[in-house]
Each structure stands twice: as structure tokens, then as C-alpha cells.
């Protein structure tokens, strides 16, 4: 059993920055794909960065040269760092690993956080 725990989300103004982190206790197969997801209110939940099990980084299209994805393997941690935030970034942001089925996006995942909630005022 995995157990994943976030960390670092808060409120900054657009135009901020915040770091996100994710540590798994438990075993972390390294094909497992990891990454975060956010819903929005009245939103459905989204993919925003993954690594998949091949270690290729992928990122949603809109958050593409604002976030960046890393990966500790000796901690077992995986960081999303947010920089430029927009008010449309505001949302509980998950850490997810082990894609069961379906794209990386949009999947179904075995392993979810409680969630980090994320608002950026504008």
C-alpha cells in the first residue's frame, strides 16, 4: 500500500510562485506513473504534470513553461513548481501515482493525496 502526502499549496497573488510536494510512504514501483492532478470547483479534475513509467515528463498544455516536474527517487518525492500563477491555476491539487487504465490525464489512478489547495488572487 502507497500512502501520498502533499505539501506547499497556500494563496499567492498572479504572478507568484509555489512549490508542491509530494512524499510516498510505502513501495513506489519505479514504472509507476506519478503526477498531479487539480479540480476547480464546478470543474472536472484534470491532469497538469505527470512522469510515466518510462520517465518521460509530460504537462498539460496550458501549464506548459510555467510548471516544472522533478523527481527525488532517494526520497521518494515527487515537486511541481509553479511559477507565473494565474487565477485560473486556483484548485485542490492531488498527487496521484500508479496508472490503472485510460491516458495520464484523464486515467484512473490506484493511489491518491488528500489534496493541497492552491489560490491565486488576481
Known amino acids: 500500500q502507497v500512502q501520498l502526502v502533499e505539501s506547499g499549496g497556500g494563496s499567492v497573488q498572479a504572478g507568484g510562485s509555489l512549490r508542491l510536494s509530494c512524499v510516498a510512504s510505502?513501495?513506489?514501483?519505479?514504472?509507476?506513473?506519478w503526477g498531479w492532478f487539480r479540480q476547480a470547483p464546478g470543474k472536472e479534475r484534470e491532469g497538469v504534470a505527470a512522469t510515466d513509467s518510462d520517465g518521460k515528463i509530460i504537462y498539460e498544455q496550458s501549464v506548459k513553461g510555467r510548471f516544472t516536474l522533478t523527481k527525488d527517487t532517494a526520497k521518494n518525492a515527487l515537486y511541481l513548481q509553479m511559477n507565473s500563477l494565474k487565477p485560473e491555476d486556483t484548485a485542490m491539487y492531488y498527487c496521484v501515482a500508479n496508472l490503472r487504465s485510460g491516458s495520464w490525464s484523464r486515467g484512473d489512478y490506484v493511489y491518491w493525496g488528500q489534496g493541497t489547495q492552491v489560490t491565486v488572487s488576481s
Open positions: 510505502g513501495y513506489m514501483d519505479s514504472s509507476f506513473t
